[in-house]
């Protein structure tokens, strides 16, 4: 079983950066798709960003150009480098893990992590 846990949150102004990071322990990290998910108050889970074990990397239309997906497969870890936020990124952000890493859907991933708060202030 897979353990993920995520750092990096925190308040920020609109147009900062941030780098969200994800660790994972028990399980052989590199054959895992690992993903960024966020979840809004009253909002769905959405999709933001997955990275598939073979390094193939996907995004979400509204963050595109401004955010990157990373993994250091010899840190267990991936990484989520967030650029000019805006207030509507606001939300908490989660780190997944599945085999592979093919599709991106919230119901096909297997472990998550317990989600890192980030807040962007207008």
């Known amino acids: 079983q897979v353990q993920l846990v995520e750092s990096g949150g925190g308040l920020v102004q609109a147009g900062d950066s941030l780098r969200l990071s994800c660790t994972a322990s028990?399980?052989?990290?590199?054959?895992?798709?690992m993903g960024w998910f966020r979840q809004a108050p009253g909002k769905e889970r959405e999709f933001v960003a997955g990275?598939?074990?073979?390094?193939?990397?996907t995004y979400a239309d509204s963050v595109k150009g401004r955010f990157t997906i990373s993994r250091d497969n010899a840190k267990n870890t991936v990484y989520l480098q967030m650029n000019s936020l805006k207030s509507e990124d606001t939300a908490v952000y989660y780190c997944a893990a599945v085999p592979l890493g093919t599709t991106w859907s919230p119901r096909v991933m297997m472990y998550w992590g317990q989600g890192t708060q980030v807040t962007v202030s207008s």
């Open positions: 028990r399980g052989a990290f590199s054959m895992y798709g």
């Open positions: 990275i598939s074990s073979s390094s193939y990397t």
